[in-house]
């Protein structure tokens, strides 16, 4: 656009020029003065155009004006065919895979590192993995939750019946044997 401003500014500037120039001499201190106006005494030094030099003029600028309008069209036009071939360029080129990616290489050995380490811990070592998981493009892996079972409880055997102190002592409860387990009498 500004070639074409300072075109149009170019072919304007011999109309300015068009403009005809008289020489005067100032009569207060006798030097010569030129001016576009006309003055007492005056000769005219460049001489006024004619209608026809002034019609050919406007028509070589017309002319110029638009041939710059073509050339800046055309300029636009290339602009256009190359912005929209470098589009579909990009949009005919595939992505390159997230697994691939630098950051994904660098999150794997970070996590490979934090495995192979012995002062980590298993947090450290989850938030790794799961962080290299995520460079990679790759959901995170599941939280493993381990929930210990609950303790069993002490056994204890079964309390004694209790015995009131003017009650007599029970003797001890005779075994139990499975049928067909029974010891055999001694003779």
């Known amino acids: 656009m500004n070639r074409f401003a300072l075109f149009v500014a170019l072919c304007l500037l011999p ?4 403009a005809q ?23 005219l030094v460049v001489p006024r155009r004619s209608e026809a030099e002034l019609a050919q003029d406007a028509a ?16 636009v036009q290339r602009e256009q065919l190359r912005l929209e071939g470098a589009r579909q360029a990009e949009a005919a080129r595939v992505p390159p895979s997230p697994a691939e990616s630098d950051g994904c290489r660098a999150a794997r050995a970070e ?15 989850r938030t790794a993995r799961a962080n290299a998981a995520l460079a990679c493009g790759q959901p995170a892996p599941a939280e493993i939750v381990v929930v210990p079972p ?22 001890p409860p005779s075994p139990r044997y499975a049928p067909g387990t029974e010891p055999l009498p001694m003779r």
Request: glycine share 4%; proline share 18%.
């Open 21 to 43: 120039a008289v020489r005067c001499k100032d009569p207060a201190s006798g030097r010569i003065l030129y001016t576009d106006q006309p003055c007492p005494g005056g000769e």
């Open 150 to 171: 609950p303790p069993a409880p002490h056994w204890r055997p079964p309390p004694r019946p209790r015995r009131e102190p003017w009650e007599p002592p029970r003797p």
């Open 111 to 125: 996590a490979s590192f934090r495995a192979a380490s012995r002062t980590a811990s298993e947090e450290e070592i």
């Open 60 to 75: 070589s600028a017309a002319q110029a004006r638009e041939a710059a309008e073509r050339r800046e069209a055309l300029t």
């Open 15 to 18: 109309a300015l020029a068009g």
